[in-house]
C-alpha cells in the first residue's frame, strides 16, 4: 500500500512537471498561436458553408462534399475529401491540411465556376514522392505533397494562366504554373511563386 502510495506521488510529480512544462511552452508560444497562420485568405464563407467540387483523375472519383458550415469542420465531408485526394497508388489515406481546402474553396469562388477542379496530385506518401523523383527533376525531396499541404490541379475548360493568376492573388502559400503539363500547383507553405 504504501509503495503503490509512493508510485502515486511520484506520478503526480511527473504529471504537474510536464503540465507546468506544457503551460510554459503554452506561454512562449502564444504569441505565434493567437492568429492563424493564413487568417487573410479572401473569399471565405464565415457563414453558411463550404463546399469542394473535385475529380481525381487517376481514379475517376467525384465529391461534392460539405467539409465546413456554420463555423465549423464537418467531419463526413473533411474524410470524403481526404479519401479523394489519397496517394492513388499505395492507398494512402491522411488528413488533408484544412488551410488547404479552405485555399481551394476560395480559389473555386474566385474562378466563379461550377466545374469541380481536376486533381492531378493530392497527398503522397515518401515512397511515392521518392519513385516520382527518380523519374522527373521537377519534383521536390521535401515535398508539401508528402505532408498533405499541396494540391496540383486544374479547372476543366478553364485558362490555366487565369487559374494561376487567381491562385497567387489568394497569398496563401506557393503557387507554381505547370503550362506543359496543363495544371498548376498550390501549398500552404511560405508565399512564393513560379
Not at 488533408?96 to 479552405?102: F, G, K, N, Y
Not at 486544374?154 to 489568394?170: C, E, M, Q, Y
Request: charged share 25%.
Amino acid at each position: 500500500m504504501r509503495e503503490h502510495a509512493k508510485q502515486g506521488g511520484v506520478l503526480c510529480r511527473r504529471r504537474f512537471l510536464a503540465l507546468s512544462g506544457a503551460a510554459a511552452a503554452g506561454i512562449v508560444a502564444s504569441p505565434i498561436l493567437v492568429a492563424p497562420a493564413k487568417a487573410h485568405i479572401t473569399g471565405l464563407a464565415t457563414s453558411g458553408e463550404r463546399r469542394l467540387k473535385l475529380l481525381n483523375l487517376h481514379t475517376g472519383e467525384r465529391v461534392n462534399s460539405v467539409y465546413w458550415a456554420e463555423g465549423g469542420y464537418i467531419d463526413d465531408g473533411l474524410a470524403e475529401l481526404d479519401r479523394v485526394l489519397r496517394d492513388f497508388r499505395t492507398g494512402d489515406v491522411v488528413e488533408m491540411d484544412r488551410e488547404l481546402l479552405d485555399l481551394i474553396y476560395a480559389l473555386h469562388r474566385k474562378m466563379e465556376s461550377n466545374q469541380p477542379f481536376e486533381i492531378i496530385s493530392g497527398y503522397r506518401s515518401p515512397k511515392t514522392n521518392a519513385k516520382l523523383r527518380q523519374n522527373s527533376n521537377g519534383v521536390a525531396k521535401r515535398s508539401y505533397h508528402m505532408k498533405a499541404m499541396a494540391i496540383d490541379l486544374r479547372l476543366s475548360g478553364g485558362d490555366l494562366r487565369h487559374l494561376h493568376r487567381a491562385a497567387k492573388s489568394l497569398e496563401g502559400g506557393g503557387v507554381g504554373l505547370y503550362t506543359k503539363s496543363g495544371f498548376i500547383h498550390m501549398d500552404t507553405g511560405p508565399v512564393r511563386y513560379w
